[in-house]
């Protein structure tokens, strides 16, 4: 079926697959409400295939472990760090 927009209407028995950042799922829908819920609800509607749930678990470990690799930048730097740096550059 290919892409499809936000909007698309679903079906009770569709199966749908959804991205957040790295994760992927894989979901089934089972019932629909005709109004809008809370999530609570909507979560009892659908379920995730079991191949989808093992591998979201085996990506969130591999994650965890390459994460202290990566660490993010620690933003700017502050006023005495930048003292530290310019006696650096002077040679002090």
Known sequence: DGPVKRARLVQVGDEIRLRQGPYEYRITVHSLNPRRGPASEAAAMYLESE????????????????????????????????RQIERFKRGR
Not at 59 to 67: N, T
Request: aromatic content about 4%.
């Open 51 to 82: 191949e989808s749930r093992a591998a979201r678990e085996t990506l969130a470990i591999q994650l965890k472990s390459v994460a202290p690799l990566f660490r993010p930048d620690q933003g700017r730097p502050t006023k005495r760090d930048r």
